[in-house]
């Protein structure tokens, strides 16, 4: 069994960030949490139109090679808040 080095969760807030925005366009992401447990908010004009399990998807899609593994530094993700632009 390898060695678990878990990240600071800022770094890995930040990682978070850069994803979702790379993936989903027109994003502004909030990312906060602690232990590897994380509660994400995103607005996007993408998410119009669409439901909170495909807006869900989209953000969870654009993380996934952060929750892959052993030594993934994204654990879970309690909370997702994705919101249309227009919706706030």
Excluded: Y
């Excluded at 989903?24 to 909030?30: D, F, L, N, P």
């Excluded at 590897?36 to 993380?63: D, M, N």
């Amino acid at each position: 069994m390898g060695v678990r080095i878990n990240r600071p969760p800022d770094e890995t807030a930040g990682r978070i960030r850069e994803a979702i925005e790379s993936a989903i366009e027109g994003s502004r992401v909030e990312a906060q949490g602690l232990g590897g447990h994380f509660e994400i908010r995103v607005v996007s004009p993408v998410f119009a139109g669409k439901s909170t399990l495909q807006r869900q998807r989209l953000v969870l899609g654009a993380i996934a090679h952060l929750m892959k593994g052993d030594s993934a530094p994204v654990h879970a993700v309690d909370r997702i808040e994705a919101v249309a632009e227009d919706e706030g």
